[in-house]
């Protein structure tokens, strides 16, 4: 018997983050195919004194573009931020716990150098605390309610 298994929010959100990335990059190159469409014909593009006329450009270049603009996207979108977190994040994250682990070792050692002096005070602080005042003693007991007139006491016949 198989089990229908639900989709996580996680991978929902992963598609959803990857529409994203899509549809910016789609609409990066389509921008970037209008603005290429109307360039002036007296534009020209030097490349290591090499003229590139930008009107002969085939379809071929077009599709060439639109991949290295989704390519380009992706990357700042996931090797970014990624090369950010192991950059910086992780060696913050080690110094962090590098100081954690000093101020450990030097709480012990100052707790095994101080032990007499904090027993001494332990000792001197419950000797010289205030008492906490006695309960009073309860007093006595109240007596039982009184039945009234008409008032059924269990389940009995009634009083009247």
């Known amino acids: 018997m198989q ?26 190159a ?54 950010l977190l192991f950059g910086v994040g992780v060696p913050l994250l080690l110094a962090g716990l590098g100081v954690l682990l000093a101020l450990v070792c030097a709480a012990a050692a100052v707790a095994v150098v101080g032990s007499p002096v ?7 602080w419950w000797a010289l605390k205030p008492r906490k005042a006695a309960a009073p003693a309860p007093g006595p007991a109240a007596p039982p309610p009184v039945p009234v007139v008409g008032q059924h006491t269990d389940n009995s016949t009634p009083l009247a």
């Open 3 to 28: 089990t229908k298994r639900s989709t996580s929010v996680w991978r929902w959100l992963a598609l959803l983050l990857l529409l994203g990335v899509l549809l910016t990059a789609i609409a990066t």
């Open 118 to 124: 904090i027993l001494l005070g332990l000792l001197l």
């Open 30 to 83: 389509v921008s970037l195919a209008a603005v290429f469409n109307d360039l002036p014909s007296d534009l020209l593009v030097t490349v290591d004194g090499q003229a590139v006329d930008l009107h002969g450009l085939t379809a071929a270049h077009a599709w060439l573009v639109f991949g290295l603009v989704i390519t380009a996207v992706v990357v700042l979108v996931v090797v970014v931020p990624l090369a």
